[in-house]
């Protein structure tokens, strides 16, 4: 049973780039949510997908936006970087109807803007 | 508003010796609990989490974690630190929007 796959798994951009980042959830899953981790600090919500829709959203700028598709992997894509969108981005997948909630993440894809 | 801080960015503790991460939290609404470990360069596993019911709570590679709702506390521990346990610790609560609220992170050191 596959976990969460993200790819790619680091990445080098320049400031002003464009750059997606992808996301396979778990098998049986169908919510993907991302997290931003900058060094050193906890992960941040960025927003979360059901059913191709965006449900929520944190506190990110519209140069962040995302798709869900219909076999409900996940594109997350940054506009316009700047150096302070060098982070380890995290994919979470989990199931829209869990009481519990519980996110099963990604390793993470390590972006680097220079 | 709901939040969560963990006490003590860093935490060292010798090879066999007690392990206590501590974790408060800032909720509403009665909390779900989560602390979840991640090793250098990947992602989140989760630990342990609490729901609702019994209050304290076993998780994965020996750590248990006790919810106090009168501290509004939610403290990590092991009994006996084993090298393999080396990796930063967060603890985090679920939000009404099924979301996760994380704390700043714990970085566990284990001394030989």
């Known amino acids: 049973d596959a976990g969460v796959t993200q790819s790619p798994t680091h990445l080098i951009k320049t400031r002003g780039q464009q750059v997606t980042l992808r996301c396979s959830p778990k098998s049986g899953h169908d919510t993907v949510s991302w997290y931003q981790q900058a060094l050193g600090q906890g992960p941040q919500f960025i927003f979360q997908y059901y059913e191709e829709e965006e449900r929520q959203r944190g506190n990110f700028p519209d140069r962040f936006s995302g798709h869900q598709f219909p076999n409900y992997s996940s594109e997350l894509n940054v506009n316009a970087l700047l150096l302070g969108d060098s982070a380890l981005y995290l994919c979470a997948s989990s199931l829209w109807g869990s009481r519990t909630g519980e996110l099963f993440f990604g390793e993470g894809s390590r972006l680097t803007v220079l | ?112």
């Not at chain 2, 992602?43 to 709570?57: D, H, R, S």
């Not at chain 2, 930063?88 to 030989?112: I, K």
């Open chain 2, 1 to 112: 508003a709901q939040s969560v801080t963990q006490l003590g960015s860093h935490v060292s503790v010798s090879e066999g010796a007690l392990v206590l991460l501590r974790c408060n939290y800032s909720s509403s609404v009665p909390p779900y609990l989560f602390w979840y470990v991640q090793y250098p360069n990947q992602g989140l596993q989760l630990l342990l989490k609490y729901t609702t019911g019994a209050t304290l709570v076993k998780g994965i590679n020996g750590f248990e974690a006790e919810f106090k709702k009168s501290e509004t506390s939610f403290h990590l521990t092991k009994p006996s630190a084993h090298m393999s346990d080396a990796a930063e610790y967060f603890c985090a609560l679920l939000r009404s929007a099924r979301q996760l609220t994380f704390g700043s992170g714990t970085q566990l050191t284990v001394l030989p």
